[in-house]
Every structure is written in C-alpha cells, then in structure tokens.
C-alpha cells in the first residue's frame, strides 16, 4: 500500500514531509489531466438524463394508450356477451325464465374434425 503524498515515515514514525515542488506539480497535472478527461465527457450526463426523461415519458403515454385499449376492449367484450346471452336466452328460453332452465339442457355435442358425430345415431342438421 502507498502512502499519502506528503507524509514520510522516518524510524517507524510517521510525519509530515515538506512537500516538494515536483510532487505539487505532479499532483496539479494529474488534476488537471482527470478534470479535463471529465469535462470533455460531462455533455454525456446531460444526454443520458435527457434520453432518460424520454423514454419515461413515451412509456407512460404508452402504458396510457395500451391501459385505453384494454378499457375498449373490456367494454366491447361486455356488449357482446350481453348480446349474446339475449339472443341466446330468446332462442334457447323460449319464453321460459332463466331460472327454470338447467344445465344440463345446454350441453353441446361434440363434433369430429371430419364433421361426424362422436355420438352413434347422432347427426347435426
């Protein structure tokens, strides 16, 4: 490990040494070399906040958008279903109330993919 600039140990002892001209020099150009070195890229900071804020602000106009076209969705989803369960009450119903209708008067048949009823002496019209 080095020791700080300007301390000396002298038997064990550590001091203060008197600092040399060459050693303030030396520290001046080393400053001078990483303030310069900062300063040429400082500009980049400046661009990376600004970039930053950008993509913030896009993603929450984007977060807003999308958020709009799930509520679009939801709603038209909601239409269609209540679209559906009146025509569907008319046709299956008949007039009856919901309530008198079970379930078990709504299953579905299933159908191959040739077409053919997976049910002996079943045929769809």
């Not at 600039?5 to 001078?32: H, L, Q, Y």
Request: charged content about 25%; some cysteine; hydrophobic content about 40%.
């Amino acid at each position: 490990m080095s020791e700080p600039i300007g301390w000396r140990k002298e038997n064990g002892v550590g001091a203060p040494a008197t600092p040399s001209m060459a050693t303030c020099t030396d520290a001046m150009n080393k400053f001078t070399k990483a303030a310069t070195a900062f300063m040429d890229h400082v500009h980049l900071l400046t661009e990376a906040r600004d970039a930053y804020q950008m993509a913030i602000t896009a993603s929450a106009s984007l977060r807003s958008s999308l958020d709009a076209g799930d509520r679009a969705l939801r709603s038209l989803m909601t239409q269609m279903e209540q679209v559906v369960n009146v025509h569907m009450g008319e046709a299956i119903f008949d007039g009856k109330k919901p309530e008198a209708l079970k379930p078990e008067a709504l299953k579905v048949e299933p159908i191959r993919t040739n077409g053919d009823s997976t049910l002996p002496g079943k045929f769809l019209p």
